[in-house]
T-cell receptor, first 112, second 118 residues
């Protein structure tokens, strides 16, 4: 199975400042169809996961443009340009390129 | 809009079975599959399996083989997940999620807490 490793595991951030989360996969996530199925999810306290980003850098409908994804191959990054209070929660990367889909261990975003 | 509404919390004893429903609406049911993912208390996510709605094909994570089943009830656009031979470490929130493979989930249910206790 592909192992997804996120860093950091916790990220204290000041409101209005940027935040960045890294995700590394143990194998390339480039699918045989040429796409890379790397997603980012947000989980607010007590809530189900909310999909943010798909195929590395595409925002789902309704996701604010302060969220952006980048990367290629085995290295990926989620960036929040200016953190707001509602962004508090745990962020997960997930790969769906290879069966079975696997998740990173999560990064807790908290306000300083 | 797309909705996945799951059945309510359940408790079960070790060795028992539990069946969770995921009622979908707001999209063409047969165009997507449904994955089931669980989250133990305070932990991350664990993918359990997937069912293709258009033909009922299933893929299950190896560790659940033999005690996990996913089925479809087309008239109500509902997908079911049954986990048998429950163990204490099956206590978790179970989520259904809409998927168009090879991509990941794009809509999630609200989750169903399954508590296994003697």
């Amino acid at each position: 199975d592909i192992v997804m490793t996120q860093t950091p595991l916790a990220s204290p951030v000041t409101l209005g400042q940027p935040a960045s989360i890294a995700c590394r996969s143990s194998q390339s996530l480039v699918h045989s169809d040429g796409d890379t199925y790397l997603s980012w999810l947000q989980q607010r306290p007590g809530q189900p996961p909310r999909p943010l980003i798909y195929k590395i850098s595409n925002r789902f409908s309704g996701v604010p443009d302060r969220f952006s994804g980048s990367g290629a191959g085995t290295e990926f990054t989620l960036k929040i340009s200016r953190v707001e209070a509602e962004d508090v929660g745990v962020y997960y990367c997930m790969q769906a390129t290879q069966f079975p889909p696997t998740f990173g261990q999560g990064t807790r975003l908290e306000i300083k | 809009q797309v909705q996945l509404v799951q059945s309510g919390s359940e408790m079960g004893k070790p060795g028992a079975s539990v069946k969770v429903s995921c009622k979908t609406s707001g999209y063409t049911f047969s165009n997507y599959g449904i994955s089931w993912v669980r989250q133990a208390p305070g932990q991350g996510f664990e993918w359990m399996g997937w069912i293709a709605v258009y033909n009922g094909h299933t893929d299950y994570e190896r560790k659940f083989q033999g005690r996990l089943s996913m089925t479809i009830e087309r008239p109500t656009m509902t997908v079911y997940m049954e986990l048998r031979s429950l163990r204490l470490d099956d206590t978790a929130v179970y989520y259904c999620a809409r998927v168009r493979r090879p991509g990941g989930p794009d809509n999630w249910g609200q989750g169903t807490l399954i508590t296994v206790s003697a």
